[in-house]
């Protein structure tokens, strides 16, 4: 069983910045797929942006797309989310999740992916 854990979260003032790093107790480059997904209180749980291993494919999000960027080091077996630029509506529990391999999904969509993290919160400030 492969465990994810999350760490980075925290409180920021709007246009400021946070990196999120997820921890593999496996290595990453298993993977087909890593992403990071966010839950804000009253709302379903969204992908945020993804990372496919094998040409290091990455998308995101329109909310969000030149203002977070998504990494995997597969030497540190770790998902990294830079987020810049923050604003009151990036406040969230933020997931990283894993897919060992293709399910007929797409990044953004959570059948799609094997394992998730327990989530670190962040939260913006206007």
């Known amino acids: 069983q492969v465990q994810l854990v999350e760490s980075g979260g925290g409180s920021v003032q709007a246009g400021g910045s946070l990196r999120l790093s997820c921890a593999a107790s496996?290595?990453?480059?298993?993977?087909?797929?890593m992403g990071w997904f966010r839950q804000a209180p009253g709302k379903e749980r969204e992908g945020v942006a993804g990372f496919y291993t094998r040409g290091s494919t990455t998308v995101y999000a329109d909310s969000v797309k030149g203002r977070f960027t998504i990494s995997l080091d597969n030497a540190k077996n770790t998902l990294y989310l830079q987020m810049d630029s923050l604003k009151p509506e990036d406040t969230a529990m933020y997931y990283c999740a894993a897919d060992l391999r293709w399910n007929g999904g797409t990044w953004h969509e959570e059948p799609e992916y094997n394992y998730w993290g327990q989530g670190t919160q962040v939260t913006v400030s206007s």
């Open positions: 496996d290595n990453t480059d298993r993977f087909f797929l």
